[in-house]
Nanobody, 123 residues
């Protein structure tokens, strides 16, 4: 079993920056991808960004391209989501997830999920 824990969410102003962290532990063996998803109230969970094990492959949803950057530190089993120029529409619970699948943009491919961290962007 793999445990996933996110941190870093909080209330910020529009235009601010924020960095989320995600740490995987337990039976987190090598070669897993990590993804970030978000869910706003009344809406379905949405893909935000994902990164391959080696960090050479990254994906972003269109609405965050140029503003969000995903990275990872495999020595600490940690992924980061650096968010800049935040907008009120970025308000959501952000979830981190771990997968051994190659289809890292699909939430259904992620068996291991964190509990989420709330990001609120005020206008």
């Amino acid at each position: 079993q793999v445990q996933v824990v996110e941190s870093g969410g909080r209330l910020v102003q529009a235009g601010d920056s924020l960095r989320l962290s995600c740490r995987a532990s337990g039976r987190a063996s090598s070669y897993y991808a990590m993804g970030w998803f978000r869910q706003a109230p009344g809406r379905e969970r949405q893909f935000v960004a994902a990164i391959s094990w080696g960090g050479t492959i990254t994906y972003y949803t269109d609405s965050v391209k140029g503003r969000f950057t995903i990275s990872r530190d495999n020595s600490n089993n940690t992924s980061y989501l650096q968010m800049t120029s935040l907008k009120p529409e970025d308000t959501a619970v952000y979830y981190c997830a771990v997968t051994y699948s190659d289809y890292i943009r699909q939430s259904s491919e992620y068996p291991f999920w964190g509990q989420g961290t709330q990001v609120t962007v005020s206008s």
